[in-house]
């Protein structure tokens, strides 16, 4: 992570939103209910050019991708840069992305599952923190139990969840207290981030983790993985999201247990993930996750 990192100044109603597309193409109507919602909470927005572009597999072509990025980056107005939906294609983007123009003209990113490699390249490139959660396509509805206090989040006023925050439960598996940096997104692309300049090697994480459609064996690949990249021996703290196969929900924490150092606090069924419920997360901040009880505070 680079030192000194840029300020970021909170979101407030009123304020214009840029919206991207950095990874997969998307359709006016998957989007519908979420500029809705981003109106009704007092939002403006501006779609970038290639919002609704469709190259194949992803939005755009790398240097038209970044060209929206950068547009609204520059553009005084533009207080945060949203990104419609993941998919896949963000890593493409991030030997290119001028990562000088971001300390520069600091902004709010808000991104989710694909966009993972974007936030964890970001934070070690900039110091820059973001939100994983919220995509247009998905979370960002009026009916989210958590969509006010993901909000909350990019206005400042909240520095903390409790369990009383949340609408679902969550097991405590191993108790305990610790402090991190707090940093995580989609396992399968941080994963595959191992062994590249975007990858985070130095400090202590707190780490919050999920993942769709990956089989138990994959899922446990990806630790080992981890393991051998010697990430497990630098995390302080787990908060383990919902997994899905199929639609089904998968309990993860007995293949990652084994990996962990001794003593750190792990929680699983955080509601982080990818269904419509989701809790936004502040990505690159420090915290403190506190089991007795729950609590996840952070410093911005």
């Not at 680079?2 to 009123?14: C, I, M, V």
């Not at 925050?165 to 108790?175: F, S, W, Y």
């Not at 995390?235 to 929900?249: A, D, K, N, Q």
């Amino acid at each position: 992570m680079t030192q000194n990192s840029p300020h970021l100044k909170s979101l407030t109603s009123g304020d214009l939103v840029g919206l991207v597309s950095p990874a997969a193409p998307v359709k006016p109507e998957q989007v519908e209910e979420g500029l809705k919602t981003l109106t009704q909470l007092g939002f403006r927005y501006r779609l970038a050019e290639h919002a609704f572009s469709d190259f194949g597999l992803t939005s755009a072509p790398v240097e038209k991708r970044l060209a929206d990025i950068y547009q609204f980056l520059t553009d005084p107005e533009v207080r945060a840069i949203w990104a419609l939906r993941g998919g896949y294609g963000s890593i493409q983007l991030l030997q290119a992305m001028d990562y000088q123009l971001w300390r520069t003209h600091p902004r709010w990113f808000v991104g989710f599952s694909d966009l993972t490699a974007f936030q964890w390249a970001l934070y070690r490139q900039t110091g820059l923190p973001s939100l994983s959660g919220f995509t247009l396509t998905s979370q960002l509805h009026s009916a989210n139990p958590h969509l006010t206090a993901g909000m909350e989040i990019l206005s400042g006023e909240r520095r903390e969840i409790k369990a009383t925050d949340l609408a679902e439960p969550i097991r405590i598996v191993r108790e305990g207290r610790e402090t991190g940096a707090l940093v995580g997104g989609t396992l399968s692309m941080i994963g595959s981030l191992c062994g590249t300049p975007f990858w985070l090697e130095e400090g202590d994480w707190i780490v919050f983790i999920e993942d769709i459609n990956e089989p138990l064996y994959r899922i446990d690949r990806y630790f080992q993985q981890l393991k051998l990249c010697g990430f497990w021996k630098k995390v302080r703290g787990v908060i383990l999201g919902r997994f899905f196969y199929e639609g089904h929900p998968l309990s993860v924490s007995p293949l990652l247990l084994p990996l962990l150092p001794q003593g750190i606090p792990v929680v699983e069924d955080f509601p982080y993930g990818h269904y419509k419920d989701s809790f936004p997360l502040p990505m690159g901040v420090r915290a403190v996750l506190d089991t007795a009880p729950f609590c996840l505070s952070w410093e911005l």
